[in-house]
């Protein structure tokens, strides 16, 4: 059996439906609160409890050959520091143990890009880079660098593991709307006024998933893997989405300056109108940081090949709208 941690994410729902066109037996390990709506087309096992009691995590994972650990917190917002340490760190600390303890034939870790030392725009982000724990992007970017250390080294204690980093993840089965997904939903009900300069890589759920189980059936042990797909300037973005929907694509561009000074003060909007986050600062400084990332190791090692971002795109707006998200 394969275990699923974080199955009702975007990347999770992507992952089990993967996992089940192959044949596979899939368990997803879930909380009590969580929506499992998203999984009443598809046969799996439900096993509840939560990162932080190792005692259910063990009893998820006794029957399992490989755990697919995609569960972590992720927030844009300032201030929640610890919960992103405690989820993400000690969260998946819990997840070694457990995984050690019952056997487990491969933990595949999904950790992130901005895990990786930041580097200058001049150069290739690839898997040469350590992982940064001291990063100056953000705690969530620290948490992640931790956790993927600490799976590193889990190696010595005789767990075999490999770690996937996949970028920006768009595209169908985003059931509880991600940040890039409440964008896409916002420029289809014409509410994206403004843009801002900056570029970010893309790639596909439906290709995220197909490499972790590449990873897990391939990759080489305490491993890592960059999981990318290709690299969209924020206004090359607005223009594929205004071919794919006829909305206009937004024509002003918030100097960069004054982003980072909206930036400061937006998070106290999101708290008062109880809408997801979109534009802080951390965002900000994501889309103007380096952004030219290889996948060549994957594609190597691997025989990871993701699809055109245009494709994605589309496949993500067809699929919103056929949710009724807009």
């Known amino acids: ?17 993967e996992l089940l066109n192959r044949g596979r037996e899939v368990g997803v390990f879930v909380r009590k609160t969580s929506d499992t709506d998203c999984f009443k087309d598809c046969r799996t096992e439900k096993f509840v409890g939560d990162l932080l009691d190792r005692d259910s995590c063990v009893n998820a994972f006794r029957k399992a050959e490989y755990v697919y650990h995609a569960a972590s917190e992720i927030s844009i917002m ?17 997840v070694i143990k457990a995984c050690l303890e019952c056997g487990v034939k491969r933990l595949i870790y999904t950790s992130s890009i901005h895990a990786f030392k930041e580097q200058q725009e001049n150069s290739v982000i690839d898997e040469k880079l350590p992982f940064d724990p001291h990063s100056k992007m953000g705690q969530y970017n620290r948490s992640k ?16 593991t490999v770690i996937v980093c996949p970028t920006a993840i768009i595209g169908p089965y985003d059931y509880k709307v991600s940040n890039l997904g409440s964008l896409f939903i916002d420029y289809c009900r014409k509410k994206q006024k403004i843009i801002i300069n900056g570029a970010y890589d893309f790639v596909d ?3 995220a998933a197909i490499g972790h189980i590449l990873a897990a059936e391939k990759g080489k042990n305490g491993q890592a893997y960059i999981l990318s797909g290709q690299r969209l300037t924020l206004p090359e973005l607005m223009s594929i ?11 002003f561009r918030l100097p960069k300056w004054l982003a980072y000074s909206l930036g400061f003060v937006a998070p106290v909007y999101y708290v008062v109108s109880k809408t997801k986050p979109k534009f802080t600062v951390y965002s900000v400084k994501t889309v103007n940081s380096n952004s030219y990332i290889s996948h060549e190791k ?23 709208k056929e949710k009724n998200y807009f």
């Open 78 to 94: 300032p201030g929640y520091s610890d919960y992103l340490n405690r989820v993400n760190i000690y969260g998946t600390k819990n």
């Open 241 to 251: 989405l205004e071919k794919i929907t006829g909305i206009a694509a937004p024509r």
């Open 145 to 160: 660098a931790q956790a993927s250390i600490d799976v590193m080294n889990a190696t010595k204690d005789g767990l075999n």
């Open 1 to 17: 059996m394969d275990i699923v941690t974080g199955a009702t994410g975007l990347l999770g729902n992507a992952l089990v439906r």
């Open 205 to 207: 759920s439906r290709d």
């Open 298 to 320: 994957a594609t190597r090692e691997l025989g990871y090949n993701p699809r055109p971002i245009n494709k994605t795109i589309n496949d993500n707006i067809q699929w919103f």
